[in-house]
């Protein structure tokens, strides 16, 4: 299992500062692009810390079971930036 993050996500990096594998991405205001949204988690980089989730001020990161059901499609939304 790994977090995901949604769309509440202000991308103020501190999860990424955070993460203990670097599985967050981008990692920095200066490596995001233009047109992103929100920062993504790497399912298969994850050690399931939540390091991330501690941190975020914004409560946009979840633990994938605990995606509420409106939310679910941001772990598919995650997964597939690392694709």
Known sequence: M???ITDACIM???CAAECATAAIA???AADAAVGISHLFINPDEC???GNCA???P???IFAEDELPAEKAHFAGKNKAYFN
Do not use: K, N, Q, T
Request: glycine fraction near 6%.
């Open 2 to 4: 790994a977090y995901v």
């Open 12 to 14: 103020d990096f501190l």
């Open 26 to 28: 981008p990692a920095s």
């Open 47 to 49: 050690i399931d810390c």
């Open 54 to 56: 501690s941190i975020c």
């Open 58 to 60: 914004s409560g946009a």
